[in-house]
């Protein structure tokens, strides 16, 4: 199967830095599998996830080099993202690869708007159909059953786990290909990081995802392949379990068993 995405040889500088914080890192996101990127804090994860939906380009000066690609809906070619230059191309980038942060961002409108916003700035102007998308996003999302009742209230009256899966849901309507998740379950409690990781894990038949986590607990268990990074470089890339039960590279092991980091 090919890949969804494919990182070649990046490398990324931010806006008026001196050293790249990115050095040639090259991974594949396979299609309809987790992927999760580990390592210690300021190796880059972040900035590697950042890159893949051209997130970075809402503040200018930054710069890329090496390749990014997409698979394109025939599942034939590839687009190098690195080459969209209209913002047009890429407000639409960013519907096909959707992003999920570390702090739940609802707008502060009805958890209905929060979903339909978006829908009506992709062209969706009949009620109808906003109302079924609205609705198949949030079952999704499995957050359907508790607020199928309050879809006229304010979405910031919503716990922080439910904010997190009402922005997954605002995510899935837009029918993204590529999910990427940054640290989703860090500002959560055990109960509501257990939800969203069981929505990963089904989420995961119908798109391809990321996800950027500090807890490697969380990695073994939601993710089929894994990238431990170090100082911006990609040290090892491999299936999860191969990556947590014998790694090949002796900072890989270090960092597992927790000998630094
Ligand atoms: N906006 C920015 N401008 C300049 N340098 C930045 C910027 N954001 C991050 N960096 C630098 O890039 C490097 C990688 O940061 P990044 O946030 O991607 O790491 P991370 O692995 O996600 O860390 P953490 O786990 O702490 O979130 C760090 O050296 C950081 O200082």
Redesign the pocket.
Known sequence: MKNMMEVKDLTFT????SEP?LKAISLPIEKNKVTALI??????????LRGMNRIHDLYPGHRYDGVINLLNGDSKTYTNILDLKKEAELIRLRQRVGMIFQKPTPFPMTIFENIAYGLRLSGVKKRAELQEVVEQSLRDAALWDEAKNRLGHDARGLSGGQQQRLCIARAIALKPEVILFD?PTSALDPISTLAIEEMISVLREQYSICI?T?NMQQAARISDYTGF?YL?EMIEYDETKTIFMKPSQKQTEDYISGRFG
Not at 14 to 17: C, L, M, P, R, V
Not at 39 to 48: M, V, Y
């Open positions: 931010y806006s008026g830095a914080s390592g210690p804090s300021g190796c880059g994860k972040s900035t590697l640290e950027v500090h990074m911006g």
